[in-house]
Nanobody
Framework: QVQLVESGGGLVQAGGSLTLSCAAS????????MGWFRQAPGKEREFVAG????????GYGDSVKGRFTISRDNAENTIYLRMNNLKPEDTAVYYC????????????????WGQGTQVTVSS
């Protein structure tokens, strides 16, 4: 099992930036594909970004393309989500998740989840 811990959330004004981190521990020897998801109150969990095991392939949800960047540091077992030009509609709890092989865009395809970090964007 892989344990995931997110950090870096907070309150930011619209147009601002934040960088989220997700540190993995446990069974990380076989590197995992990773994803970022978010969930706003009353809404379903939404795919934000994904990255392959070695970082060569990435993907983004339509609402964040061009504004968010996912990256990873395998030496540190950590992934990042750089969020630029934040909008009030980006307000949500952000979760990272891990799975084998390639990243996926559906939450049901991930077996390990972090506890989430709150991001609030004020207008």
């Amino acid at each position: 099992q892989v344990q995931l811990v997110e950090s870096g959330g907070g309150l930011v004004q619209a147009g601002g930036s934040l960088t989220l981190s997700c540190a993995a521990s446990g069974r990380t020897r076989g590197k995992k594909a990773m994803g970022w998801f978010r969930q706003a109150p009353g809404k379903e969990r939404e795919f934000v970004a994904g990255i392959s095991r070695v970082g060569g392939n990435t993907g983004y949800g339509d609402s964040v393309k061009g504004r968010f960047t996912i990256s990873r540091d395998n030496a540190e077992n950590t992934i990042y989500l750089r969020m630029n030009n934040l909008k009030p509609e980006d307000t949500a709890v952000y979760y990272c998740a891990a799975r084998d092989y390639y990243y996926a865009t559906f939450p049901r395809d991930y077996g390990s989840w972090g506890q989430g970090t709150q991001v609030t964007v004020s207008s």
